[in-house]
């Protein structure tokens, strides 16, 4: 009972915008404008009126195994769900605040159907071509806002787990980008990668201690495209390493990330 009555004063504020015959109402929400590296990921789902989800809530108080669950079953029961995201580039050249509401409107603009209101969560909106409304704690006052939190969350936690296979020295897959102690220790020992914000504390510091020689050879590693353009890199590193152009400690970095 007490679960049924949370889920239904989570429908309060949109069942008020039905009443006043707004049909499709669109909760808005995003998942990573903290960390280090990766992508910043927003989702905008549309849910049927009055439609409850059993054990939706904000993504931040559910367990792993809830929102892989509720990640499947969200889009059973939306009438849309659409997902944005701006990159790691795009939140350097931005600042994290505007590449979240790109975010957010591309998540909008992937809707198959046209909100009549959209339900930000926070105290700001990301200014789409929708009329909006921002509702601060909506992750815990919207059902719709909720779904969302959820869809984002899912969606950039398996994305973090995928980079985490191109890139093994950080961890992506246990932290997710964000900046924790095994992180940023591994930051300080290989220097940032492709998907790090360069624009972040942390990174910036790391970045600035690094020479200009192991940026070259670094980004070299990152955009080869075939085992021949790498093992070329490789050469070029152990000429480097022979000829001590390069501290011992950046060489081993850049051996760990040939590997």
């Known amino acids: 009972a007490r ?3 949370r889920l ?3 429908l309060i504020l949109e069942n008020k915008l039905s009443e006043r015959g707004l049909e499709h109402i669109a909760g808005v929400d995003e998942a990573g404008r903290g960390p280090l590296a990766g992508p910043v990921v927003a989702a905008a ?8 989800i059993p054990g939706l809530n904000d993504s931040k108080v559910l367990s792993e195994q809830r929102r892989e669950t509720l990640f499947e079953t969200i889009p059973q029961v939306a009438l849309a769900v659409g997902v944005g995201e701006a990159s790691p580039q795009e939140i350097d050249q931005l600042n994290i605040r505007n590449a979240t509401h790109l975010a957010m409107r591309r998540a909008l603009d992937a809707l198959e159907i046209q909100p009549d209101r959209v339900l930000v969560d926070g105290n700001a909106v990301p200014e789409s071509k929708f009329p909006e409304q921002a509702v601060i704690g909506g992750d815990r006052a919207s059902l719709s806002i909720a779904a969302a939190s959820v869809i984002a969350k899912v969606t950039r936690d398996r994305q973090m787990i995928a980079y985490d296979e191109q890139y093994p020295v950080y961890g992506f897959a246990k932290h997710k980008g964000y900046g924790s102690a095994d992180h940023l220790a591994a930051l300080r020992k290989h220097g940032p990668c492709s998907i790090h914000r360069q ?4 990174v910036i510091e790391v970045a600035q201690k690094r020479s200009e020689d192991f940026e070259i050879y670094a980004e ?4 080869a495209k ?15 390493s022979a000829s001590d152009q390069m501290d011992k400690d950046e060489i081993d970095a850049l051996r760990t990330l040939f590997r």
């Open 3 to 5: 679960e049924q009555a």
């Open 8 to 10: 239904e004063q989570m």
């Open 45 to 52: 789902v549309i849910l049927p009126p009055e439609t409850i």
């Open 199 to 202: 624009s972040f504390g942390g």
């Open 220 to 223: 070299g590693i990152h955009s």
């Open 226 to 240: 075939n085992l021949e353009q790498l093992e070329a890199i490789g050469t070029a590193i152990a000429s480097a």
